[in-house]
């Protein structure tokens, strides 16, 4: 029986982004522990005039929660640099091993302190995780899958968080120490297998042609594309080595100095992490690691409950996404559903100010809660890192995920540590009127998309990198042709003799196709830096502007 097209490419991604199920475990396992009696006692302050006797500040409770997101900045910062000198595979061992070790500190801790000290090391991996495994899936995924595979980081992120609530639904109810002591050792499991698998995934063929590992990439190709016996790895290598040569030529190695000297390096950084800073400023942070709490202290009981019902919103959304993103593209759907998120989050906020609320009005502020994170994961929360990784393209790839993935967590770190202040009644007081703090930050993500995220739908990273390149205005990446268009359709015309032929887009990736058609998927078939006809126009060595407008 013939293996499903693209079988082993699928295979190696869909063991990589494991790694976003210790992100999503991560912000809902400690959610729930902070609510459990017994890790309440043992870590939190003296309190006489409450029924347990103890209780946790605002401080306090934000402390952990957030210096954990600290942890993940630097973790996704360094990184870069271990991801260059090793491979992406390296940095995912260096991830899985900060996690655990994170993990055991947190199962020994006899103080907040130490809590606090395990949590930050625990972060350091995940934040290495959130760089290495996005650029693995972009690097390795066929073009025409790259939107749904890089956004599946989003859906096993959700998994995760639906595990974790699970897992705290489960044990909240045990009066001992084993109560959070379990949530906390279920971290340990997928770094393990992590461990245990990264040597059987290949590495990416362009980190290693960058390294002059040619035959490594070779290698490699041909175990992407294991299940199509008639593939020839030689002329998408001699794309890549091609490209890489080119590069090399016109002395572009890249520069930290370039992201803010050149204009199209510049361009590209300021719209790779404006997209992850877009993520997280429309607040959702605060739903991922405050939602047991925030739902037990606007008066709803059965609060880890419906904190699981929130995180299968979560999964909902990213599932339906998956239908979603092919169809429509990036741009559309984050402009649409960021405007019905402003006005779901303005509901929450107007609901939540009169002080003496009902059982009603306090159930109608969650199901808007649980709408508005249904609407972050049909767009925001997995095409951020989607289009993060595919505008990260070129020389400087790895220097501008390392600092797009470090302002992420930057300020995830700003909203998950000011919550508390904000939400508080011994403090700023806002209780759900938060959600107008947050539904501002929503309008300044809508507002970034437009003017600044283009199409991308359907592009190769050299297409996307060409029309950095020609400093195509944003509203005309969906109609630009490209010059890698025009020459994939010359090809087609004087290799195959077919002149109506395209490239495998999207919606049809599980469709079989004529056999010309499969030949032609590849030299295309992993967005790889191919390379193209050059000229110099002053900035370094870029494509020639032999590219009009499709009507």
Same mark, same amino acid.
Request: hydrophobic residues 45%; aromatic residues 10%; proline residues 4%.
């Given at each position: 029986?013939?293996?499903?097209?693209?079988?082993?490419?699928?295979?190696? +991604?869909?063991?990589?982004?494991?790694?976003?199920?210790?992100?999503?475990?991560?912000?809902?396992?400690?959610?729930?522990?902070?609510?459990?009696?017994?890790?309440?006692?043992?870590? =939190?302050?003296?309190?006489?005039?409450?029924?347990? #006797?103890?209780?946790?500040?605002?401080?306090?409770?934000?402390?952990?929660?957030?210096? %954990?997101?600290?942890?993940?900045?630097? #973790?996704?910062? *360094?990184?870069?640099?271990?991801?260059? $000198?090793?491979?992406?595979?390296?940095?995912?061992?260096?991830?899985?091993?900060?996690?655990?070790?994170?993990?055991?500190?947190?199962?020994?801790a006899p103080s907040w302190a130490v809590i606090v000290v395990g949590r930050v090391v625990? =972060?350091?991996?995940?934040?290495?995780?959130?760089?290495?495994?996005?650029?693995?899936?972009?690097?390795?995924?066929?073009?025409?899958?790259?939107?749904?595979?890089?956004?599946?980081?989003?859906?096993?992120?959700?998994?995760?968080?639906?595990?974790?609530?699970?897992? +705290?639904?489960?044990?909240? #109810?045990?009066?001992?120490?084993?109560?959070? /002591?379990?949530? &906390?050792?279920?971290?340990?499991?997928?770094?393990t297998i992590m461990l245990a698998g990264v040597f059987f995934i290949p590495e990416t063929? @362009?980190?290693?042609?960058?390294?002059?590992?040619?035959?490594?990439? @070779?290698?490699?190709?041909?175990?992407?594309? $294991?299940?199509? $016996?008639?593939? %020839?790895?030689?002329?998408?290598?001699?794309?890549?080595?091609?490209?890489?040569?080119?590069?090399?030529?016109?002395?572009?190695?890249?520069?930290?100095?370039?992201?803010?000297?050149?204009?199209? /390096?510049?361009?590209?950084?300021? +719209?790779?992490?404006?997209?992850?800073?877009?993520?997280?400023?429309?607040?959702?942070?605060?739903?991922?690691?405050?939602?047991?709490?925030?739902?037990?202290?606007?008066?709803?009981?059965?609060?880890?409950?419906?904190?699981?019902?929130?995180?299968? +919103?979560?999964?909902?959304?990213? %599932?339906?996404?998956?239908?979603? &993103?092919?169809?429509?593209?990036?741009?559309?759907?984050?402009?649409?559903? #960021?405007?019905?998120?402003?006005?779901?989050?303005?509901?929450?906020?107007? %609901?939540?100010?009169?002080?003496?609320?009902?059982?009603? /009005?306090?159930?109608?502020?969650?199901?808007?809660?649980?709408?508005?994170?249904?609407?972050?994961?049909?767009?925001?929360?997995?095409?951020?890192?989607?289009?993060?990784?595919?505008?990260?393209?070129? @020389?400087?790839?790895?220097?501008?995920?390392?600092?797009?993935?470090?302002?992420?967590?930057?300020?995830?770190?700003?909203?998950?540590?000011?919550?508390?202040?904000?939400?508080?009644?011994?403090?700023?007081?806002?209780?759900?009127?938060?959600?107008? *703090?947050?539904? =501002?930050?929503?309008?300044?993500?809508?507002?970034? *998309?437009?003017?600044?995220?283009?199409?991308?739908?359907?592009?190769?990273?050299? /297409?996307?990198?060409?029309?950095?390149?020609n400093r195509v205005a944003v509203k005309d990446w969906k109609r630009y042709e490209t010059?890698?268009?025009?020459?994939?359709?010359?090809?087609?015309?004087?290799?195959?003799?077919?002149?109506?032929?395209?490239?495998?887009?999207?919606?049809?990736?599980?469709?079989?196709?004529?056999?010309?058609?499969?030949?032609?998927?590849?030299?295309?078939?992993?967005?790889?830096?191919?390379?193209?006809?050059?000229?110099?126009? =002053?900035?370094?060595?870029?494509? $020639?502007?032999?590219?009009?407008?499709?009507?």
């Open positions: 029986m013939a293996l499903p097209k693209h079988f082993y490419a699928l295979l190696f +991604c869909g063991f990589a982004v494991l790694g976003a199920v210790l992100y999503g475990y991560d912000g809902t396992y400690f959610t729930g522990i902070v609510a459990m009696n017994p890790f309440i006692i043992k870590f =939190g302050e003296t309190a006489p005039n409450t029924t347990l #006797g103890y209780k946790f500040d605002g401080l306090h409770l934000a402390i952990p929660a957030s210096f %954990v997101m600290i942890g993940e900045a630097v #973790g996704s910062f *360094v990184a870069g640099p271990i991801g260059e $000198k090793t491979g992406r595979r390296g940095a995912m061992i260096a991830a899985a091993i900060g996690v655990i070790a994170g993990t055991i500190i947190q199962l020994v625990l =972060g350091l991996g995940i934040g290495a995780v959130s760089n290495c495994v996005p650029l693995y899936l972009s690097e390795i995924s066929p073009t025409a899958l790259r939107g749904v595979v890089v956004g599946s980081w989003q859906f096993f992120l959700a998994i995760g968080q639906v595990v974790g609530a699970c897992v +705290c639904q489960g044990t909240q #109810g045990i009066a001992s120490k084993a109560s959070y /002591e379990i949530p &906390i050792g279920v971290n340990l499991l997928i770094p063929p @362009r980190w290693l042609i960058r390294h002059g590992k040619i035959e490594g990439a @070779r290698k490699s190709l041909i175990r992407i594309n $294991k299940e199509d $016996k008639t593939f %020839v790895p030689e002329p998408q290598l001699k794309l890549m080595v091609d490209d890489h040569e080119a590069e090399m030529r016109g002395g572009q190695t890249g520069s930290w100095g370039e992201l803010m000297s050149d204009p199209i /390096e510049r361009r590209k950084f300021f +719209c790779a992490v404006g997209i992850l800073v877009a993520q997280q400023i429309t607040g959702v942070q605060f739903i991922f690691s405050y939602a047991t709490v925030f739902v037990r202290d606007i008066g709803l009981g059965s609060a880890f409950l419906i904190t699981i019902i929130i995180d299968v +919103c979560e999964v909902i959304g990213v %599932v339906i996404s998956f239908f979603l &993103i092919p169809r429509y593209g990036r741009r559309p759907l984050l402009l649409t559903t #960021g405007i019905a998120m402003v006005v779901s989050l303005l509901i929450v906020g107007g %609901v939540g100010t009169p002080s003496n609320r009902s059982t009603g /009005e306090n159930t109608c502020i969650v199901v808007f809660i649980m709408i508005y994170v249904l609407l972050f994961n049909l767009a925001f929360g997995p095409l951020a890192w989607v289009l993060s990784t595919e505008l990260a393209t070129g @020389r400087n790839r790895n220097r501008i995920t390392a600092v797009a993935t470090f302002c992420f967590w930057t300020v995830a770190f700003v909203v998950t540590f000011t919550l508390p202040y904000l939400f508080d009644a011994d403090k700023a007081g806002l209780g759900p009127m938060v959600g107008y *703090v947050y539904a =501002g930050g929503c309008t300044i993500s809508v507002v970034f *998309v437009y003017f600044m995220i283009g199409e991308t739908k359907g592009r190769s990273l050299e /297409e996307i990198n060409e029309m950095y390149m010059t890698l268009q025009k020459q994939h359709t010359a090809d087609l015309n004087t290799n195959m003799g077919a002149s109506n032929l395209s490239s495998e887009t999207e919606l049809d990736v599980f469709v079989d196709r004529p056999k010309n058609e499969e030949a032609v998927e590849g030299a295309y078939g992993l967005g790889s830096q191919t390379s193209l006809p050059r000229t110099n126009n =002053g900035h370094g060595n870029q494509y $020639k502007p032999e590219v009009e407008h499709r009507e």
